[in-house]
């Protein structure tokens, strides 16, 4: 007949005193209560592990910290564990490490893992400048929760203030970052599924804006303006470039001089520069070409065509043609990316192939294999509608001051 162990009591196990050396008392159901020669007293449950039916003791910690009815619980769920063939004291260790590692995946950590594998889809400018808005706006309040602590309530607090202040743009943009960061934690088993699916829902949609741009007959208008504004020649020469090449402000600021191929007349931009993270090239006409020989004597020694003023191992600032043209009083009616607009419009007006123009300002669908083919037939037919282009532009400009005429800088006439 199997010994039944009499359960202990408070007063027992409070009263029990130490002896020379180490003794237990039992409670039964293999939980024991070890009392040292110091007076420590630590609760253990004694069992045999499955499978290989070794005798082993887990501890659960010290009286008086876990009481006795405490003991008995974490006896009682071992117990359970063990009816599954669940080592417990392994089902303890491996749940330690998984909240350790759950607690030292923050949100910032888990961010910037996300992020590096965004680069590669991105340009380097849009890539930074995603950083940037969680750094403003997301790190200093969540940045150091753990990421499966973040509540859908926790991140519309944050975004709460934003769109009280009518930034409607920015919490969209947020909302977006913040689902991106949580799908990347469920894709890499970090997160079971994503709270923050919703959280968009909890605000209103911002009116769509397009960007400012001018008619095609406000042309002439920008390049007169354009001809008299005090600006530095860097900066006259980045906005006549973009208009020129039809690129965005970011590959414009950035072109470096060992992109410019002057025997083939093209600069070829890697694809690491650029949005769709694939090469473009540009055909460089005549008047594009005299824009970089008046740079040349003051960039040539840098890496890059448009250098900082501050930092000549520096490109200038993508935001440094759209700081002059709010200058020169286009503040909310023309942008430098609104340039490309413009370009485009005019040359569809006049009739140039759609698919020409698209090619010439790298939009690319979803048809990969169409893009490869657009980008190896289009080129040859870009090289006449640039200089076309470039002829208007010139044309456009008559009677003024133009840095991007056939011979440099001079006064175009007809």
Partial sequence: MARI???????????AKPKDKVYTLSDGGGLQLRIKPNGSKLWLFDYRTPYAKKRTCLSFGSYPDLSLADARSRRDTARELLAK??????????????????????????SAKWIEVKKANVSVDHAADTWRSLELHIFPSIGKIPIHKITAIKAIDILNPIAAKGSLETVKRLCQRLNEVMVYAVNTGLLD?????????????PVKNHLPTLKPEQLPELLKTLSYASIKTTTRCVIEWQLHTMVRPSEAS?????????????????????????????????????????????????????VSDRNPKKPTHASTANVALKRMGYEKKLVAHGLRALASTILNEEGFDPDVIEAALAHTGKDEVRNAYNRA?????????????????????????????????KIVSQ
Avoid: C
Wanted: proline share 6%.
């Fill in 193 to 205: 599924n994503n709270p923050l699916a919703g959280i968009s829902k909890a605000f209103h949609t």
């Fill in 85 to 110: 063939d669940i080592d417990p004291k392994e089902h303890r260790d491996d749940s330690s490490r998984l909240n350790e590692t759950a607690h030292a995946n923050t949100f910032e950590h888990v």
């Fill in 377 to 409: 037939i289009y080129l040859e037919r870009r090289k006449p509608m640039m200089q076309w282009w470039s002829n208007h532009i010139e044309t456009a400009a008559t009677g003024n001051l133009s840095l991007a005429g056939k011979q440099g800088l």
């Fill in 5 to 15: 162990t009499k359960p202990l009591t408070n007063t027992e196990v409070k009263q």
């Fill in 254 to 306: 950035g072109a470096r001089w060992d992109e410019i191929d002057f025997d083939k007349h093209q600069w070829n931009i890697p694809a690491e520069r650029m949005t769709s993270k694939k090469p473009h090239v540009v055909p460089l006409s005549l008047q594009a070409l005299a824009l970089l020989e008046i740079m040349k004597p003051i960039s040539s020694r840098s890496e890059y065509v448009f």
